[in-house]
C-alpha cells in the first residue's frame, strides 16, 4: 500500500485538536441547543478550506477526492453535552490544561473524540487512490438519542459501508453494544377500604408479576455482552394509607444484547408478565461488528483489544455496520470536573490513522 504523508505533522494535528476542543468547552451545547458548537465546528473547516455541509445542528463532510462509485466509511461523533452536575468544582465552561489534563464539560465524552476525529480527516482529507471515500459527520443530539441528530443526517449520507463512532473507550474496540428498551406498565386491581379483605390488591398482583419477571432467564447469552439485564427503575400506586388503589405502575430498565432485537425481547417480557406493558420506543437496538471485519483486524494488528460496550450511543440508530472506538475513559463521562488527558488526544489521532491507513 502506498505511504500515506499527511500535510500535518503529529504537532500541528495534537495542537489543533487541542485548540478547538478549548473552543467548544467553553461554549454550552445541551442537547437540543447545539447550534453555537456547530458553528464553530463549521469555522474550523472553513479555516482549514474545507467545504463542510450543515443539516439541523449537524456539520458533515467528504474527503477531497470523494468518488461516488466508491464506498464510504463515516467518523461520527457528537458535540452536545448532558448538563452539568451540581458536585462540579470548577467552571465547566472554562476550559483548564493542569498537569497534563484539559477541564471542562463535554471534555471526554465527546469532545475528545471530536477534536481527533477532526485532525484525522484532515490527514487524509487530500490523499488519492483510497479505497473507500472518508466522510466525517460532527452531530447533535445523542445525549438524548434525539430524532434531529445522525437519524435525521444519515438519509443525507452517500452510501456508507462502515461507520466509526467515537465514545470514550480507551481506544479499544466495542465490537457490540448494548441496546435500551424501556417499559411502561400497569397493574389493575378492585379499588377498596382498606380495612375490608381485597383478594385482588392491585400492588400485591404488581409485586408477583416483577418477582417473576426479575428472576427470568432470556435463552440466549452473548458472547460479548452477556445476558439481557431488566432493571426496576420506578414503581407508583397509592396517595392514601386507607385507601387500596386501582392500578400499580411501574418502569422496566432493559439492556438487550445483539442476540436479540428490541422487539423480540418486548414480546417475550409481555409474554412472561399478566400487567400490561407498553414500550416507549424500539430505535435503540444492540449492534455488533464481526471479529473477521478488515477495521476490527486492522486494530487487532496494532495492539488494541475488543470488548462489549454496556453503554449506549448512537450506535443504537445507525442503520449499517457499525464500531465504537474513541479516547477517554467513559468512566469519567458525566461525572463533576470531567476531563481528558492530553495524552489520550494525541494517542487517539495516531491509533485512529494506524488502523485506517491499514483500511484506507
Known amino acids: ?21 478549548k473552543k467548544l468547552i467553553a461554549i454550552p451545547s445541551f442537547s437540543k441547543d447545539e447550534y453555537n458548537t456547530s ?5 474550523f473547516f472553513k479555516k482549514h478550506h474545507i467545504p463542510a455541509k450543515r443539516f439541523k445542528n449537524n456539520i458533515w463532510a467528504v474527503n477531497k477526492n470523494f468518488d461516488v462509485f466508491k464506498p464510504s466509511i463515516l467518523l461520527n461523533t457528537h458535540h452536545d453535552t448532558v ?20 477541564y471542562g464539560l463535554g471534555s471526554n465524552d465527546a469532545g ?19 479505497q473507500y471515500n472518508l466522510i466525517i459527520a460532527l452531530t447533535a443530539e445523542e445525549e438524548i438519542s434525539g430524532i434531529d441528530g445522525i437519524e435525521a443526517l444519515f438519509p443525507q449520507l452517500p452510501n456508507i459501508e462502515l461507520a466509526i463512532v467515537g465514545e470514550p473507550t480507551q481506544m479499544n474496540l466495542a465490537i457490540a453494544e448494548k441496546g435500551l428498551l ?11 377500604h382498606a380495612a375490608h379483605p381485597n383478594n385482588d390488591n392491585s400492588i400485591v398482583k404488581c409485586m408477583e408479576d416483577l418477582q417473576d419477571i426479575l428472576a427470568f432467564k432470556f435463552p440466549k447469552v452473548s458472547d460479548y455482552l452477556g445476558e439481557v439485564k431488566i432493571t426496576l427503575s420506578g414503581i407508583h400506586a397509592g396517595v392514601q394509607h386507607n385507601v387500596v388503589p386501582e392500578a400499580c405502575t411501574f418502569t422496566l430498565d432493559v439492556r438487550i444484547t445483539d442476540e436479540y432485537s428490541n422487539k423480540e425481547v418486548f414480546e417475550i417480557i409481555q409474554e412472561q408478565m399478566k400487567s400490561t406493558l407498553t414500550a416507549r420506543s424500539l430505535r435503540l437496538n444492540s449492534s455488533k461488528i464481526e471479529m473477521d471485519h478488515p477495521f476490527v483486524q486492522a486494530g487487532l494488528e496494532i495492539g488494541r483489544t475488543t470488548y462489549g460496550s454496556p453503554t449506549s450511543s448512537d450506535q443504537a440508530i445507525i442503520p449499517c455496520t457499525s464500531v465504537k472506538i474513541g479516547p477517554g475513559d467513559s468512566r469519567r463521562s458525566h461525572t463533576a470536573d470531567e476531563y481528558i488527558y492530553i495524552k489520550e488526544i494525541e494517542e487517539g489521532i495516531g491509533i485512529y490513522i494506524g488502523i485506517l491507513e491499514k483500511v484506507l
Open 182 to 192: 424501556v417499559i411502561d406498565g400497569e397493574t389493575k386491581g378492585t379499588p377498596s
Open 1 to 21: 500500500m502506498q505511504e500515506l504523508k499527511s500535510v500535518y505533522n503529529k504537532e500541528e494535528l495534537l495542537n489543533n485538536a487541542v485548540e478547538l476542543l
Open 39 to 43: 458553528v464553530e465546528i463549521e469555522n
Open 112 to 130: 475528545a473524540s471530536l477534536v481527533s476525529m477532526a485532525q484525522v480527516f484532515l490527514h487524509f482529507y487530500e490523499k488519492e487512490n483510497l
Open 83 to 102: 448538563k452539568p452536575n451540581k458536585a462540579y468544582t470548577l467552571d465547566p465552561f472554562l476550559p483548564v490544561e493542569k498537569d497534563g489534563k484539559l
